[in-house]
């Protein structure tokens, strides 16, 4: 599977899985998942996201209300990158999504979590499809998803998947290329810019190989 093959157990601790959530509302399906999957578009084009996460792949899931009155679709994400904090995160996603904050950020434990992860919602059938006494919600619920991709990836590959395949003991050296003095970057990081952080705590963090500027595995 491609997605199990991205997943290295070598690099489990990079790996994340995240929650994006909408506030509840009373919008037909469609319109809910049009504004879901735009809001996580806008997401990915903030700097908070750019300078910490470099790839991953996010799943759609519907679902409804506990009274069964409204629908609730969310985004499961599993991301490749740095820490994200769940403050910053709940705050950037309550202004790409226009007044929803609820999110969830956690660490993956083994190679195996995070494959079960994203996989058990792929094939995962919404409870009340299997209710056939909800026909009106499964016939809403086909006719908001045909058509509509339900798995986003995103990211680039900066770095070969296959690394390992050329011999190399570690992910391979990338060229550098000056970005500001160092004061500079102390000075930025300390006044909370996403991206001199991330940079700031590649640097401290140290390793067999220093790269820059999108420093995500560890």
Not at 1 to 25: C, S, V
Not at 26 to 38: K, R, Y
Not at 165 to 189: R, S, T, V
Not at 191 to 205: M, N, T, V, W
Request: aromatic fraction near 10%; include cysteine; charged fraction near 25%.
């Amino acid at each position: 599977m491609k997605i199990e093959a991205q997943i290295d157990q070598k690099t489990k601790n990079i790996w994340r899985f995240i929650t994006l959530t909408l506030e509840h509302n009373d919008a037909p399906l469609d319109e809910q998942l049009d504004h879901l999957t735009a809001s996580f578009r806008r997401l990915r084009q903030t700097v908070l996201w750019k300078s910490t996460q470099l790839k991953g792949y996010g799943v759609i899931e519907v679902k409804r209300s506990g009274d069964n009155q409204t629908w609730h679709p969310h985004i499961h994400v599993l991301t490749r990158g740095l820490y994200l904090p769940q403050a910053k995160l709940s705050e950037q996603w309550n202004e790409c999504s226009g007044g929803s904050s609820i999110v969830d950020v956690r660490g993956i434990d083994s190679h195996k979590q995070a494959i079960k992860y994203v996989t058990k919602y792929l094939g995962k059938t919404p409870e009340f499809v299997r209710d056939h006494t909800l026909f009106e919600l499964t016939y809403d619920y086909i006719e908001a998803t045909t058509n509509r991709r339900l798995i986003i990836t995103f990211g680039v590959k900066s770095i070969p998947d296959d690394w390992e395949a050329h011999g190399l003991e570690d992910e391979p050296k990338a060229p550098w290329k000056y970005l500001m003095p160092l004061q500079e970057l102390i000075a930025k990081a300390n006044k909370g810019d996403p991206r001199c952080s991330a940079l700031l705590e590649q640097l401290i963090r140290g390793g067999k190989y220093a790269r820059q500027p999108s420093l995500f595995d560890e």
